[in-house]
């Protein structure tokens, strides 16, 4: 199968440790290096290409690992990547809305929901609600969230891989290909600010991410598989893939 890290260029050697890791695989991995940071990952055991292919999402450094079928006349430098799995936080959700229920509308309006984080799902985290959406690289990504009443912010998870300015995923500010023309001084559409007990609110086109140190080895979150029994996760629906 073909894998890409997305957002990140990543050594062969530390990629292939860190697929082991994830994967486990019963047998000795083979991953060749194709150019444009994609690789061929070949297994001899098809229990463990199953698990690759349909038991993610996968991140590595913190970045979704792109995972799809072999198809002929691949050319790497044409490829071009879609959609991404990233994780996304709703702070300070109210705790009558850690609903699996709720939370899975709330993904679709974001984008393909693909996990509910447990402690999420148990209603333990307490902070936020925490969520893996796929979402298109073509489009911005949401800010907010109507949730009954409620309006929620959006913060996105991950290390220089959403646009400030345009609001989509892949690339930062600086290499931009939406950058939209500066405004003038008298401009003020998409930037006024309104206070809340006195405190200037962040404009409501501003995109959030939040990063944080990674423990060493964990490229995956803690996940479960199965039929719901109150902690368990969501899977892709049949007919969906990354």
């Not at 993610?56 to 995972?67: E, I, Q, R, Y």
């Not at 964990?218 to 629906?237: D, E, R, S, T, Y």
Request: proline share 6%; charged share 20%.
């Amino acid at each position: 199968m073909i894998v890409k890290v997305f957002g990140k260029k990543i050594t062969y050697t530390y990629l292939k440790n860190k697929l082991v890791d994830l994967w486990k695989p019963s047998e000795p991995l083979t991953l060749i290096d194709l150019g444009c940071e994609y690789f061929i990952a070949k297994f001899s055991n098809q229990a463990s290409l199953h698990k690759a292919l349909h038991e993610g999402p996968w991140f590595v450094a913190g970045n979704f690992l792109s995972v799809k079928k072999w198809e002929q006349n691949f050319v790497p430098d044409t490829s071009i990547l879609t959609h991404t799995a990233i994780w996304a936080r709703l702070p300070q959700l109210p705790t009558e809305f850690y609903d699996r229920q709720i939370l899975e509308k709330v993904g679709e309006k974001l984008g393909s929901l693909l996990k509910i984080d447990t402690c999420t799902s148990a209603a333990l985290r307490g902070h936020y609600a925490h969520i893996c959406i796929q979402v298109s690289l073509e489009k911005p990504v949401k800010t907010r969230v109507r949730i009954g009443n409620h309006i929620k912010r959006v913060v996105y998870e991950g290390d220089k891989i959403l646009c400030n300015d345009c609001g989509r995923l892949g690339h930062t500010l600086l290499k931009c290909p939406h950058k939209q023309m500066a405004k003038q001084p008298n401009d003020d559409n998409n930037t006024t600010t309104t206070k809340t007990n006195g405190e200037p609110t962040k404009p409501a086109t501003s995109w959030q991410v939040v990063t944080f140190p990674r423990k060493k080895g964990a490229g995956k979150m803690p996940m479960q598989n199965g039929q719901q029994h109150g902690h368990n996760h969501l899977k892709v629906p049949p007919g969906k893939s990354i």
